[in-house]
């Protein structure tokens, strides 16, 4: 159980382009998920916060015009990277949970290269 | 503010040893949740294992369990008969009530490696 699914794993594209990533609870209902950044050797770094049919709450210094989060269902939420560049380049990764005291349940990752 | 402290950069055992990951948190809340996470080099994200921290009793999990030292707010990893597979960067966060979303604070990491 718990399982969240990320799409797609793998984005190359031109600088200039929007990208968006999706990222699905596959057997249960995320009343909240979590958007990563995660750099080289790094820890994560939390970028935003979204509820189901709220607004995300964005992390400071993120920001929310050009990362833009949708959780408009209980089990699909979408970042969209706008008119990407190369510094946006960066593995990120979505988070799920049902409760607020149950653990986040992780995607795989989608590892994103602007060329 | 609300910190975790993993210590140890990079550590390596030789396949079937014990091996410990440590970890020091900072929060003035008496109720909260730590975690630890293992990342492979697939980079997938997997849970290992969970505390609550009103719990006394240590959490195991297989040849995972955890020294947690409420006190001292510390909370070990100890991996027993460690296996190739273990390979990885674990990550130990945790998260209170404190945030209305719940939101983990996380560790530096520590790339554990397993040789044969």
């Known amino acids: 159980g718990a399982v969240v699914s990320q799409h797609p794993s793998r984005v190359i594209c031109k600088s200039g382009t929007s990208v968006k990533i999706e990222c699905r609870s596959l057997d249960f209902q995320a009343t909240t998920m979590f958007w990563y950044r995660q750099f080289p050797k790094q820890s994560l770094m939390l970028m935003a916060t979204?509820?189901?049919?709220?607004?995300?709450?964005?992390e400071q210094g993120v920001e929310k015009d050009k990362f833009l989060i949708n959780h408009a269902s209980l089990t699909l939420s979408t970042l969209t990277v706008t008119s990407a560049h190369p510094e946006d380049s960066s593995f990120y990764i979505c988070s799920a949970r049902t409760v607020s005291n149950q653990p986040q349940h992780f995607g795989d990752g989608t590892r994103l290269s602007i060329l | 503010a609300q910190t975790v402290t993993q210590s140890q950069p990079e550590m390596s055992v030789q396949e079937a040893e014990t091996v410990t990951l440590s970890c020091t948190y900072d929060?003035?809340?008496?109720?909260?949740?730590l975690f630890w996470y293992k990342q492979p080099p697939s980079r997938q994200m997997i849970l290992v294992i969970r505390?609550?921290?009103?719990k006394q009793q240590n959490a195991t999990e297989n040849r995972f369990s955890v020294n947690f030292q409420k006190a001292a707010k510390s909370f070990s990893l100890k991996i027993s008969d460690s296996q190739l597979g273990d390979t990885a960067m674990y990550f130990c966060?945790?998260?209170?009530?404190?945030?209305?979303?719940?939101?983990?604070?996380w560790g530096a990491g520590t790339k554990l490696i397993i040789k044969p």
């Open positions: 979204s509820n189901e049919g709220s607004k995300a709450t964005y």
């Open positions: 505390q609550e921290a009103y």
């Open positions: 966060a945790f998260t209170t009530p404190m945030d209305s979303n719940y939101q983990l604070i």
């Open positions: 929060t003035s809340e008496s109720n909260y949740y």
